[in-house]
Each structure stands twice: as structure tokens, then as C-alpha cells.
């Protein structure tokens, strides 16, 4: 429990600086977004906790293969939400299920 504070903070701080880069330019904040601290974080931690290296090897392979669907589906269901609320919990629902089944269906791969 004592390593959990300083891992929400750090990916607090992490969204949050993007958030507020965006305010002057949504290009600057998008290059920041776009940096993938999170797996890097991710990773780091795992490794730090004495996780395998092939571990991390397959949670960055699986990062790896998960972008480019969000990259394309993402925009569309934003532009879609239109800034209301039921929007967003659509948006959010659909991307929730979406890794939900990709996690279920790599667990279902035999090793």
C-alpha cells in the first residue's frame, strides 16, 4: 500500500501536466498526452516489484498491439459524445469492454 500513493501520484501529475499544456495549445498538450509515460511507469514499476522480465516483455507487446485500434477508434467516439455525459460513459463503456475482451482473450491463448 505505501508504493501505491507515489504511483497515483505520479500518473496524477502525468495527466494533469497534460491537461494543462493543452490550455495554451492542443498541440503541445497532445505531444505531451502522446508520450507513453504510463507503460513506461508501468514497466518500470513491474520491473522494480521483481517481475520477470518476459513478463514485461508480453504487457509491452500487448501495449504494443492495443494503440492502433484506440488510435482509430477513440477520435470517432469522442467526436460522437459531443461533450455530454451519456456520451462520455458510452465513449468510456466501449473502450472498457474493448480491453476487457482482448485481456480475456489473451489469457484464453494456450502457453
Known sequence: MSQLLPKVLVCALTVAGAVEMERPSSALGGSFASLP??????M????????APAQIAD??????????????????????ASGSAAGAG??????????MRRSLLHRAEPR
Do not use: K, Q
Not at 37 to 42: C, E, G, N, S
Not at 66 to 79: A, D, G, K
Open 59 to 80: 504487457f509491452a507487446t500487448s501495449i504494443l498491439w492495443l494503440v492502433p485500434p484506440l488510435l482509430l477508434v477513440f477520435p470517432p467516439l469522442l467526436r460522437a
Open 90 to 99: 458510452t465513449c468510456a463503456r466501449r473502450i472498457a469492454s474493448h480491453g
Open 37 to 42: 509515460l504510463a507503460p513506461i511507469f508501468a
Open 44 to 51: 518500470i514499476w513491474r520491473w522494480h516489484d521483481g517481475t
